[in-house]
C-alpha cells in the first residue's frame, strides 16, 4: 500500500494538492457550462484563469481545412435513429480547443485548453434524432485530439468508430496508408457515411466499411492490420473499459501500433483520481470521486503500489503515464471481477450521462460560476 510520509515537504506538497483540487471543482463546472451555454472570457472568476488557457481562432481558419473544402453534408439527413446536424459555436465564446493536461512540475492543477472564434459558425454533428449530445462533430478539439493518428497511421490501418468519417478522410490522403477498415456496430451510422460523405471522400477507394463490433474485433487473434485507432465513446466518462480492452489487445500484438481517442485526457483525469485518493488517505476522509471507473483504478493502485512518496519526484513516479498502464493492466489481469465493474458501470453511465444532459439542457436551469 501506498505510504505517505508524514514530513513538512510531503505535508506541503499534500495541502497544495487539495487547494489544487478545490479549484478543479470549479473548472469541472466551467467545462459542462461551457458546452451547453455561452461563457465568455469575461465569465471567468479570476481565479480559475491560472488554469485555462484561450486561444483566438477566426471564422476563416476553422472552415478552411481539406475536409470541410471536399465535404459537404446537407443537416437534417438522418437514417433511422441518427442524423447529421450542425453544432453552433458562438461568437467569441469558451469552446474546447485540446486535450486537457496536468502540471505536474508546479500545483498539480489541470490546464483547460479553450479557443474563441470571431464569428458565429455551424459545424457538422453525428447525432441521435431529438437529442443534443453528439457522438462526434468536425471542430479544433476533435482535430487536434485525432493528430496523433492522422500523424501516425500507415499501412493498413482500423479505424474503430466510423463517426463523420474525419479520419478515414485525412488517411486517405496520406501515402503511407494503404488500406483502410472502419468497423461499427451501428448500421445507420454507417447507412449515412455510404450515402454522403464516402462518395464525396477522395480516394474513398482505399476505404471498406464493416458493421462489428469494435471490441470484439480487436480481441481477435489474429488482427490482420500495422495500425488502429480506437474512437467508440463520447468521452472519458464512458471511455475506460473500451481503452482498457485496446491497452489489452495492444500488448498481445506488439507488432500492431495503437493510438486511442482522449488517451491525454484519460491520463489526466486517472493523474486527478490517484491525487483525490491520496487526499482521502491523508484527511481520512472519503470524498466522491470525478470519475467512477477511475477510482476504481486508483483505489487498487493505491492499495497495491509498495511505495512510500515523501517528495515531489516520488509522487511524480507514482502518477507517471508508464506506471499507470503498467497497473492497469496487472489489475485487468489479476482482478477480472474490479474489470467487470468497470464495464458495468460505463455503460451506465453513458446512458444516465446524455439523459441528464439533454434534460439539463432543456431545462435552461444552469448553476453560476461565481
Sequence with gaps: MIILSNNGKTNRLMSDIESSLKLEDKCILLDGLASVQRITEEDIPEKMKKQITITSLSKKAIMSIPYFQDIKIPSGTSKGKMQYNRRIIQKNCLTSYDEDEIDLDSNYGITRKYFTCDSFIRVPILCEANSVVGWMSVEPFEINSLNACVQNAHGSVLVCGCGLGYVAYML????????????????????????????????HDK?????????????????????????????????????????????????????????????????????????????????????????????????????????????????????????????????????????????????DSICFINQYVKSKEFPRLR
Design 172 to 203: 486517405a490522403q496520406k501515402e503511407e496508408v494503404k488500406k483502410i477498415t472502419i468497423v461499427d456496430n451501428n448500421e445507420d451510422v454507417l447507412d449515412l457515411y455510404k450515402e454522403i460523405i464516402y462518395p464525396q471522400t477522395p480516394n
Design 207 to 351: 476505404i471498406s466499411l464493416e458493421r462489428k463490433d469494435a471490441i470484439e474485433c480487436i480481441q481477435q487473434d489474429d488482427l490482420p492490420f500495422d495500425f488502429i485507432n480506437l474512437d467508440t465513446w463520447n468521452d472519458t466518462f464512458d471511455m475506460v473499459y473500451p481503452y482498457i480492452q485496446g491497452l489489452l489487445s495492444a500488448q498481445k500484438h506488439p507488432d500492431t501500433d495503437f493510438t486511442y481517442w482522449l488517451e491525454k485526457t484519460f491520463y489526466t483525469h486517472m493523474q486527478r483520481e490517484l491525487l483525490n485518493g491520496l487526499v482521502n488517505q491523508r484527511n481520512h476522509t472519503n470524498k466522491l470521486p470525478y470519475i467512477q471507473e477511475m477510482a476504481i483504478i486508483a483505489n487498487y493502485m493505491i492499495n497495491t503500489s509498495d511505495a512510500t512518496i515523501n517528495s515531489r519526484q516520488s509522487l511524480n513516479e507514482f502518477l507517471s503515464i508508464e506506471n499507470i498502464k503498467q497497473k492497469i493492466l496487472e489489475m485487468a489481469i489479476q482482478e477480472p471481477e474490479s474489470l467487470e465493474r468497470i464495464r458495468k458501470i460505463s455503460k451506465k453511465n453513458r446512458d
